[in-house]
């Protein structure tokens, strides 16, 4: 039984919006992010009060936060933002080319979050958690909401079926060609009957936002604060995306000497067509030097613990662990991660540029395996899964006892 909450929530002013709302700044290119600070309207100003300053403030500090909270009351104070009168839960929609997300914005319950309502599938950092619950508590608000995912709910589909038909209060293009439409619920009784459809629904699943879920947890827990900015979105309308593996060098191996360690657990085939992604569970594509070859793991996954079959762990367990000394996937340099969503492009582009030797492409996490692990209370390798949509900051905003 999942709780939701309305909330008076904190949103650009339409007049503003489309300079006002921005992705998360760690999406952004050191480039993107000096044309975004050349917009005084954007958000990232909020987030980097200092940028253009001389008395630039260290990152992750009580001196950086309390400028955050103060430019972000200029900000509301200048008119750029507008606050509801009234609690209100949003359908918010997602749309691009083809492809659309829509489901509910509210708060979820921490108390959900502690009693595994609410349940997660990574493991967190708790110096992270210390970090982002001290933000919260001295800025006093939240300006990017976590990802949840649920079980599909006809009732649910419904409310948000027929509240689209009307045309949305907030609306946006942003500068990728994505719209962004944002519908108030105001009426008690259609936010009451949400609550009581989530109140049918037994688990929610932290699809992205682990850290600030935990976060928000840690605030609960200091103030009492009973609330976690999140978009619900149905399960259906979730895309998980192989996330894959650039490596900078192959421990002192030879190639020749790294794919005859392979064999020992894998079936190697060398390929002649074009870099592709594996086209199932147990089965990686290798890039290195332009050469390109499907490795299919040899022993029966199905036999091993839930967590030891994930195609990530079998990565790590027989690959990257033993024969090129990767160890701690969270801190080693000889390691990055892109996400498979736009295709192998960037991938193959990072190893021919020769900054990486070695790229390992995934098979995508199923939605299955990843409400598995969460149900078993287990925890998938960093960077396993690369889920849409992502969503803007500074859209809709909480802020803190505004319930």
């Not at 300006?143 to 009307?166: F, M, Y």
């Not at 209060?169 to 619920?185: A, E, F, P």
């Given at each position: 039984m999942a709780k939701v909450f309305p909330f008076k929530s904190i949103v650009p002013n339409q007049a503003y919006i489309g300079k006002v709302s921005t992705r998360s700044i760690n999406t952004y290119t050191k480039k993107q992010l000096k044309k975004k600070h050349?917009?005084?309207?954007?958000?990232?100003?909020?987030?980097?009060?200092?940028?253009?300053?001389?008395?630039?403030?260290?990152?992750?500090?009580?001196?950086?936060?309390?400028?955050?909270?103060?430019?972000?009351?200029?900000?509301?104070?200048?008119?750029?933002?507008?606050?509801?009168?009234?609690?209100?839960?949003?359908?918010?929609?997602?749309?691009?080319?083809?492809?659309?997300?829509?489901?509910?914005?509210?708060?979820?319950?921490?108390?959900?979050?502690?009693?595994?309502?609410?349940?997660?599938?990574?493991?967190?950092?708790?110096?992270?958690?210390?970090?982002?619950?001290?933000?919260?508590?001295?800025?006093?608000?939240?300006?990017?909401?976590?990802?949840?995912?649920?079980?599909?709910?006809?009732?649910?589909?419904?409310?948000?079926?027929?509240?689209?038909?009307?045309?949305?209060?907030?609306?946006?293009?942003?500068?990728?060609?994505?719209?962004?439409?944002?519908?108030?619920?105001?009426?008690?009784?259609?936010?009451a009957n949400i609550q009581v459809c989530f109140e049918e629904i037994p688990s929610i699943y932290i699809a992205d936002g682990h850290h600030r879920s935990a976060s928000s947890h840690r605030l609960y827990k200091q103030t009492g604060e009973d609330f976690i900015l999140s978009y619900f979105i149905s399960e259906n309308e979730v895309d998980i995306y192989d996330f894959n593996r650039v490596v900078k060098n192959l421990n002192g191996l030879e190639k020749d000497q790294f794919l005859e360690k392979l064999s020992d657990n894998f079936t190697i085939k060398r390929e002649n067509r074009t870099l592709e992604k594996p086209v199932k569970k147990g089965d990686f594509s290798i890039y290195i030097d332009n050469e390109f070859y499907t490795l299919s793991f040899k022993k029966d996954y199905t036999t091993f613990p839930t967590q030891k079959q994930l195609d990530a762990q079998i990565l790590t367990d027989y690959i990257l662990s033993p024969i090129l000394g990767i160890h701690n996937l969270k801190n080693d340099d000889n390691i990055d991660f892109i996400s498979g969503k736009h295709g192998l492009t960037t991938l193959k582009k990072s190893i021919d540029s020769g900054n990486f030797r070695l790229g390992v492409c995934l098979f995508p996490v199923s939605y299955e395996e990843l409400t598995k692990i969460a149900d078993n209370q287990l925890s998938m390798p960093p960077k396993s899964t690369w889920i849409e949509p992502k969503l803007r900051t500074g859209l809709t905003i909480y802020k803190f006892n505004s319930k």
């Open positions: 050349d917009n005084p309207l954007s958000f990232v100003h909020v987030v980097q009060p200092d940028y253009n300053e001389d008395d630039y403030t260290s990152a992750n500090t009580p001196e950086r936060f309390t400028k955050v909270r103060n430019k972000f009351q200029e900000f509301f104070d200048n008119g750029y933002f507008v606050q509801e009168q009234n609690p209100v839960i949003y359908v918010y929609q997602q749309r691009f080319n083809d492809r659309s997300y829509t489901g509910i914005i509210a708060g979820a319950s921490a108390k959900d979050y502690e009693n595994g309502i609410i349940k997660k599938h990574e493991d967190t950092l708790e110096k992270r958690e210390e970090i982002f619950t001290e933000y919260l508590n001295i800025c006093g608000f939240n300006a990017e909401p976590v990802l949840l995912a649920h079980p599909s709910h006809d009732g649910l589909k419904e409310i948000i079926r027929k509240t689209i038909e009307n045309k949305p209060n907030i609306y946006l293009q942003s500068s990728d060609g994505t719209l962004h439409n944002l519908w108030k619920i105001d009426d008690e009784s259609i936010i």
